[in-house]
């Protein structure tokens, strides 16, 4: 691993949480980015992602957010089990982690997040005051409200703090086209700035190098690309 990444425990709820963190190698203070990782967890695509943030100018950190499940259970169970309401406490503690951190701007800080994660980073920076933006990719069940919480992430886009970047597959069924249009249209109804690029010839995880049959390189260069310029301009 790089000199500066590294493995953190935070406690949360009495149960001991592992985050990934990265930060660049020059001073600060930077801006931050929570990166809410896909259903596998902080594997090798989420902390690739993590220190490739890090490269760029951001301090990165990726919060576990299956630590309440039992350790090697099948993290299609894990996503089952989880609750919206624990999902936010997880990223409030890591951002105030981040904020406490010397070489970090708290005024600047950005969630971003795959798959699940896309859908997590709608709910932080909806819920989450620390938040100024989000960037979402292929954020599937957007819709769905999990465990004890009281809306959906779509639900809840009045609440949303700052723009949105949005990245998706054309050939996705979650989120399908059509998601992904009823998303953009009630974002432009709240007067919410966005911007959405969806991908021909890519399906659901597209930026996964560890899966060939999903990855698709062109469009993971383009998009990351786009964000970071992106995060420029808004973070």
Request: hydrophobic share 40%.
């Amino acid at each position: 691993m790089p000199p500066h990444a590294r493995w953190e425990k935070l406690l949360v709820e009495n149960t001991e949480m592992d985050v990934f963190v990265d930060e660049p190698t020059t001073p600060g203070p930077h801006p931050a980015i929570v990166v809410a990782h896909h259903r596998a967890g902080n594997d090798v695509a989420t902390t690739k992602f993590v220190q490739d943030l890090a490269g760029c100018g951001y301090v990165a950190a990726s919060p576990h957010l299956h630590h309440r499940r039992p350790k090697g259970e099948d993290t299609r169970d894990s996503i089952a089990n989880l609750d919206d309401n624990q999902i936010v406490a997880d990223l409030n503690a890591t951002a105030e982690m981040l904020q406490m951190m010397n070489n970090v701007d708290p005024n600047r800080m950005a969630i971003a997040g795959h798959c699940m994660g896309g859908r997590v980073s709608f709910l932080g920076v909806a819920e989450i005051g620390a938040f100024k933006c989000n960037v979402a990719y292929y954020s599937g069940n957007m819709f769905k409200v999990m465990g004890t919480g009281d809306a959906s992430p779509f639900e809840k886009l009045a609440k949303l703090r700052g723009p949105v970047l949005g990245f998706f597959g054309a050939d996705d069924q979650n989120p399908s086209s059509d998601d992904v249009a009823k998303i953009a249209e009630r974002l432009s109804e709240l007067g919410i700035e966005h911007e959405f690029h969806s991908y021909e010839g890519a399906g659901h995880a597209f930026q996964n190098f560890t899966n060939p049959g999903h990855y698709r390189p062109a469009a993971t260069a383009d998009s990351m690309t786009k964000m970071f310029s992106w995060l420029k301009k808004n973070l």
